[in-house]
């Protein structure tokens, strides 16, 4: 059995996906603001109010909340620092993921009780950087995505001891090292490095030569092209031990735009698949399935078993999946299952329950009755109230999901 605890670091892209995090097993959560965060997109936590709100209902679970401040901000943008930092502090988030060295130097003036984690957007590769980062007061590594095992382990074995490192180890890849691409900024004027990625990697390519303009020629030998720089998923779930191995303290899963769903079967999966590493056991056979269930590309190892299995999908761009969520567990009471649809599900479907800590179990949607007790045939309205009979119970927000047919599996 192993003596120290390595954590699992979980997305949190709104409050929901926060809650979601939490109950599934997640021990630390990473979450972004509007400004000086690499996901736009995601929901985010506006308001020092909101941040707030999400760390006190982090804290009151045990568990951890990192901010991000990992893009790389330009000369006017860095004034607005300050006053991100201080409603930081007011929030009392647990640490701060950087990406800038300015932004290092100023945050350890003004804060300099604040931990630091540097992102992987520095591209740390080496115990060098590691070492400087360390007496500049750095606690923690994210190391680059394109290290092998093999090296990470060197790091480690060169490096303060308690000096922590993370990695990523489940979701979306990014084609340009470290994420410092300049793609999506050329081509639509959306910065990837401040938080605005077009993803132009997933875009399907094709080759012009210059005195036939109009005529396009697949890069391979294939009338549909070519998906030329679209990176597969990670997937490293049943390798974890061999992480451990090597001295990671954090495990990461990508996707603060990924929906609340796919944080809560994801990190139940690597929840379990940890905890069974933990014991010197291989990862549960449901826990290996289940990361399966959730929309994603095909899945390989990155970069930690070598380049040749940081594999690219060149066919297509789509995500497959084996399930779709269809509603989430209000209570369970008197022989029935109350839900909040999220989904079209019909009476008599075969649903999958996913609780916290345990595998999928498979329910009927029997006796399928509307909010206000009467039977319907089907549940189509979003969030519309609903409730099935079932001598089964499940807590709260437990995730009720409808197989999918092989067919229907792409999405």
């Not at 951890?64 to 930092?85: D, G, H, I």
């Not at 300099?112 to 980062?133: F, K």
Request: a negative charge; proline letters at 5%.
């Amino acid at each position: 059995m192993r003596q120290n605890k390595p954590e699992l670091l979980v997305p949190a892209g709104d409050l929901e996906r926060l809650q979601a995090a939490l109950d599934f097993g997640a021990d630390a959560v990473y979450l972004g603001r509007d400004s000086f965060s690499m996901r736009a997109a995601a929901g985010n936590f506006h308001s020092v109010e909101d941040l707030e709100q999400a760390v006190a209902l982090a804290h009151r679970h045990g568990k951890k909340v990192y901010l991000t401040c990992n893009t790389l901000p330009r000369t006017e943008e860095v004034p607005a620092f300050p006053q991100f930092l201080q409603e930081a502090v007011q929030a009392q988030v647990d640490a701060l993921i950087l990406a800038d060295f300015g932004l290092l130097a100023m945050a350890r003036q003004l804060s300099p009780e604040m931990e630091i984690h540097m992102s992987t957007q520095m591209g740390i590769v080496n115990d060098v950087t590691c070492r400087a980062l360390y007496d500049l007061g750095v606690k923690r590594a994210v190391l680059a995505r394109e290290l092998s095992l093999e090296e990470i382990r060197a790091i480690r074995e060169k490096i303060p001891s308690d000096m922590e490192l993370e990695v990523f180890v489940h979701g979306a890849m990014c084609m340009s090292f470290s994420g410092r691409c300049l793609l999506s900024a050329y081509l639509t004027g959306r910065d990837a490095n401040r938080g605005a990625c077009a993803q132009p990697c997933r875009w399907q390519y094709h080759l012009m030569e210059s005195t036939r303009p109009g005529q396009y020629f697949p890069v391979e030998e294939d009338d549909s092209g070519t998906y030329l720089f679209n990176a597969q998923d990670l997937c490293m779930i049943d390798h974890l031990q061999a992480l451990l191995d090597a001295g990671v303290d954090s495990l990461k899963i990508e996707g603060r735009n990924k929906s609340a769903y796919y944080v809560a079967v994801v990190t139940n999966a690597y929840r379990a698949a940890l905890d069974a590493a933990m014991q010197g056991q291989p990862a549960p056979a449901w826990a290996l399935d289940e990361v399966t269930q959730v929309s994603h590309r095909e899945y390989c190892t990155g970069f930690f078993y070598g380049r040749e299995n940081a594999a690219q999908r060149y066919a297509s761009s789509s995500y497959v999946r084996r399930s779709d969520v269809v509603a989430v567990v209000e209570s369970c009471r008197n022989g029935r299952i109350y839900l909040t649809q999220r989904n079209r599900f019909f009476a008599g479907d075969t649903l999958e329950v996913v609780a916290p800590g345990k595998p999928p179990v498979a329910i009927l949607a029997a006796q399928l009755q509307d909010g206000a007790g009467q039977p319907i045939e089907t549940a189509n309205h979003a969030m519309m109230a609903c409730s099935i009979e079932s001598s089964q119970t499940f807590p709260p927000r437990s995730v009720v999901r409808k197989p999918l047919p092989s067919q229907e599996g792409s999405a």
